[in-house]
């Protein structure tokens, strides 16, 4: 499946969609603060989105790359000091034992399985010794649901390009096939509690919790930290 015009119309016109993201984002960001303790980070963040992880990790004042399909969207964070590539994650165009950190926050899931397996290795390769990969994925995700069937042509898909589902086994799997340990992991429904009514808190409290059991009618996402394996 050629998933490049969804990623082009995300990127530019639709590039509103990723509003959202901000809540789960700035949690992973958080995962890398902590594992920095202080210390300048090298970072990578794979599927640039709108740019706001970048311009997190620029504000703190670490080395920032992104590696993303769309040349538009590379072009403008090389505006804003990003030194970002246009390319894929089963070929990721750096070298080797590169980054402390890399970001991988609802990629995998578009992935194929070949394109899994060689993107978790292209991440362990870039990672230094003992770097992190900290990301999402959506959790127990029924890929049935979101399937569609295009009125030009007929070709039915998934609507999102989602091509994956993941519950906490198999992430763990797929990740230590690219010699990355988890450390950490979780289930979790990201929501922003700061907007709406009291009454909208609410719901958005026990959708939360709901998430965090893990069921799927909360559309929890599965987020993750591993390790790069020194073995």
Excluded at 52 to 79: A, H
Excluded at 100 to 112: I, K, N, P, Y
């Amino acid at each position: 499946m050629n998933q490049e015009k969804i990623w082009d119309y995300f990127q530019n016109e639709g590039v509103d969609a990723f509003s959202d993201s901000k809540v789960r984002l700035g949690f992973l960001f958080r995962k890398a603060l902590r594992i920095a303790r202080g210390k300048r980070l090298r970072v990578l963040n794979i599927g640039a989105g709108n740019g706001w992880m970048e311009r997190q990790c620029l504000e703190v004042g670490w080395k920032t790359y992104s590696l993303d399909p769309n040349e538009s969207t590379i072009e403008n964070l090389l505006r804003q000091g990003v030194l970002g590539k246009v390319g894929f994650i089963e070929s990721i165009p750096f070298d080797t034992d590169v980054f402390d950190v890399v970001f991988c926050s609802e990629v995998l899931e578009h992935l194929s399985d070949r394109q899994l397996e060689s993107g978790l290795n292209e991440i362990s390769r870039v990672l230094v010794n003992t770097g992190f990969l900290i990301g999402s994925v959506p959790y127990m995700e029924n890929l049935s649901t979101n399937i569609t069937v295009c009125p030009g042509c007929g070709k039915i898909f998934n609507r999102w390009g989602h091509l994956q589902t993941f519950d906490k086994r198999r992430i763990q799997i797929v990740l230590r096939g690219g010699n990355l340990v988890t450390s950490e992991m979780g289930k979790y429904a990201f929501l922003d509690f700061r907007k709406g009514t009291l009454r909208n808190k609410v719901g958005l409290m026990l959708h939360w919790g709901l998430g965090k059991m893990g069921l799927t009618i909360a559309s929890p996402s599965l987020y993750f930290v591993a390790r790069k394996s020194s073995t």
